[in-house]
């Protein structure tokens, strides 16, 4: 269609393609977004929603739920005492993601964030576990701690003492579990901290250094406060993520010994989905909702200026 | 260079040693595990081989079963990601190109899915899969996860895609060029970015999924590679050495990949993070 542009012809050549167009717009809405919302609403929102349902009913999942119990399941599991040990594992993850692992991922961004050859080097080798599945974290880990065969005997070989099993042992079984995660996580956080850095003007930090301030002023005083949003959205995937901890268990400690270090997915599973308990197993589930939105909602209200 | 800037240096190469060291250890241990008879991994775990053993690594990769697990995750993690970009992509189109009455409200509804883990629906989930009648089938997995990996795609397409130039759907239109013809022959094309990038992120978490095939498959049929170790490890439970041949070959695909794509894995892992 050739555009022609008298006066006499613009009204009715703007018109035309105006009023198709709105015909085109509608039929392209009709048949680009409904395959999104219906995947969405089937296989997400409505299990959510029934979560909701389900969690008041003693059921099995087999026909309809029928027997009301009410807050039964809730009271039931704030009143288990593997529940509220499994809520502190999730608690420990959190501290020691804020206290060990971020601490690290920062001062290990701080050493390699300039591009060099050997730092592309250490930030691919620091990289590497993230991007191993997490099951396969844990098994290779539940090897190197086997009391009988991993780097775990080898030490206590060497020291001539008996057989030690980190997973079996109920006061420590769960550290274990920690030092999994900080192994399979830091470089996933340091790298965030790396690409803030490298966005951190380079004269704003000569500036710094020729009005006088030391390396670790630096530090201090300009880039820590310049990557503030990145370690905002690094602290906040720690805290979500705390609350996800499953497959690296699984293979570890499989929640044991004695039920001691299950995380809040894992007692899930375990508890609900293992045993087909359908209603408690919903109960835990919107707990754990309802603690992820807010966490969420609270988290990006007070840090992250951007609406949700 | 100065002497206390040498000490420094000295000091910063030697602190990444040891942490790479923290990081590598484990990794060389298994890798030289599958090599090792298991009396030699139970004696010394981080040591090379005395000999070099093929004979456990050769069983498995002979092993018509391991194949199966490869490429069950393979068919399953590549229907995802295609999925997942079309659909999503589709949507996230609709969002940034066209403005309608309650559109808004459209999106903030798919982007729920950014606000909770996907652990919290999962029985529900199951119960739905299973009347359905899609339980051990690929679609059992395939389409919850498509689904709840929508929140993220959408928002990251829709920023893309918004990003474009508006002048080339005016002169497409101008040209005759329809709504769902600009979409397919223009905006996919330009966005190959943000595609790869969410494809990538999409593919690794599909690939390294365990919670959701644990639910949904029960047969070792349609068992995705996670599961078949897992089961792997149950049948050897004292033969360390083939367990760790296992894994070495099931996360061997993921070093390799991982290197190639490195940019997109990077991007797409730390940035989709990042943006969710």
Known sequence: MAAVNTHAESSSAIDKPRRKSMNGRVAAALVLLPPALVLFTLFVIYPLAGSGIYAFYDWNGYGTPTDFVGLQNFERMMGHAVFQQAVMNSLKVIAVSLLVQLPLALVLALMIYRRTPENTIFRLVFFLPYILAEIAAGLIWSFIMDGNFGVVADITRALGIDPYFITSDRSWAFTAVLVVIVWKYFGFHMMIYIAALQGVPKDMIEAARIEGASRLGVVRYVQIPMIKPAIVVSVFFSVIGALQVFDVVIPLTNGGPANSSHTIVTYLYTFGLARLKIGYGSAIGVVLFITAVLVAVFYQRLFMRKPA | ?276
């Open chain 2, 1 to 276: 260079m100065t002497r206390s800037n040498l000490i420094r240096e000295i000091f910063r190469i030697g602190l990444l040693c040891i942490v790479a060291t923290f990081v590598l250890g484990p990794l060389l241990a298994t890798v030289l595990g599958g090599f090792k008879s298991n009396a030699e991994v139970q004696t010394s775990a981080l040591s090379l081989p005395q000999t070099w053993r093929l004979d456990i690594y050769a069983d498995i990769l002979s092993d018509p079963g391991f194949w199966r697990y490869l490429g069950n995750s393979l068919v399953i993690s590549i229907t995802t990601v295609a999925l997942t970009l079309l659909v999503g992509a589709a949507a996230a189109y609709v969002f940034a190109q066209i403005r309608f009455l309650g559109s808004k409200m459209l999106f903030s509804y798919l982007s729920l899915g950014l606000m909770f883990p996907f652990a919290t629906a999962i029985l529900p989930l199951f119960v739905q899969v299973r009347d359905l009648g899609l339980l051990d089938t690929y679609w059992g997995v395939i389409l919850p996860q498509t689904a709840f990996g929508l929140s993220l795609a959408i928002l990251l397409f829709r920023t893309f895609f918004s990003e474009l130039p508006k002048e080339l759907f005016e002169a497409a239109y101008v040209e005759g060029c329809g709504y769902i013809r600009f979409f397919w022959q223009f905006t996919l094309p330009l966005s190959t970015p943000i595609l790869a990038t969410v494809g990538v992120f999409v593919f690794v978490q599909s690939w390294n999924n365990f919670l959701l095939p644990l639910v949904m498959l029960n047969s070792r049929e349609a068992f995705t590679w996670p599961l078949g170790m897992m089961q792997y490890r149950g049948e050897f439970a004292v033969e360390w050495n083939r367990t760790l041949a296992f894994v070495t070959l099931t996360i061997l695909p993921a070093v390799v990949f991982f290197i190639a794509a490195q940019k997109y894995i990077v991007a797409g892992l730390t940035g989709g993070a990042v943006k969710g």
